[in-house]
């Protein structure tokens, strides 16, 4: 994980990766479908459409269908009314604190709408650690189709080289990828093909300030400085 560490540019996913909101999107979901099509309630399963937007998702479910757009209207708007349930993950500030202290850029891509996305940014304090965010609005496709990832680094100018994502579902590894990304799996034992794993955002950060600490001269290296003097 330190190869990937080191890299400048970091793209971050939201939900489930930086904030606890998966619990919250899934409750949202359930509510909506119980009221616009109840009969597909017991077989829905959100893990199964983790890294999709909510249209996406409806249109999943429904088709492309006035129902399918009531439903992702719904889902969002019950979503939001219930913001104040979403954590911000044990060692989020810390990792983007340390990010923005060593210089490193920040941005956000994520497939929840902008309105959600913004709002949760701001209020939990953590809009201001990234350059600019990406959303399920201004994306050509969802995760995990690798495009995702390719135009975000085409529409910010990124090299793919100096580039880490971090996430945490199996289509979002896929996304980054299969764009050819280095790619951190984060609150996992066993990352997803092509990712290595992060038990949580605490050890990321204590990589991080592990690698900004100067180093410390041993007993032998100055014996050495010593002897060479002169």
């Known amino acids: 994980m330190a190869e990937a ?3 400048r540019v970091w793209l971050f996913d939201l939900d489930g990766t930086l904030v606890d909101s998966c619990p919250a999107h899934e409750a949202a979901f359930r ?3 119980a009221e616009v099509a109840p009969g597909l309630l017991a077989s829905f399963r959100y ?3 983790t890294g999709a937007s909510t249209r996406e998702v409806a249109v999943r479910l429904l088709g492309d269908t006035e129902e399918a757009a009531r ?3 719904l889902k969002q708007r019950l979503y939001r009314e219930n913001l104040g349930t979403v954590a911000v993950f044990p060692g989020a500030r810390r990792l983007l604190a340390r990010l923005t202290t060593a210089g490193r850029a920040a941005y956000v891509v994520t497939g929840g709408s902008r309105a959600s996305v913004e709002r949760t940014l701001a209020e ?3 809009d201001a650690y990234f350059i600019d965010v990406l959303t399920g609005d201004d994306l050509p496709v969802s995760k995990p189709d690798p495009a995702c990832y390719a135009y975000a680094c085409e529409h910010w100018g990124l090299d793919p080289g100096a580039v880490v994502v971090l996430e945490d579902s199996a289509h979002g590894v896929a996304s980054a990828v299969g764009a050819g990304l280095a790619t951190i799996h984060a609150h996992v034992a066993e990352p997803a093909p092509g990712a290595v794993a992060a ?3 605490e050890e990321i950060a204590t990589l991080l ?3 900004a600490e100067p180093a410390v001269e041993t007993d032998a290296e100055k014996d050495v400085e010593v002897s060479g003097a002169g």
Do not use: G, P, T, Y
């Open 5 to 7: 560490c080191a890299r």
């Open 47 to 49: 893990a199964d459409h």
């Open 124 to 126: 939990r304090s953590l």
């Open 199 to 201: 038990r949580d955002l």
């Open 71 to 73: 439903l992702a209207r």
């Open 209 to 211: 300030e592990k690698d």
């Open 31 to 33: 509510q909506a479908i």
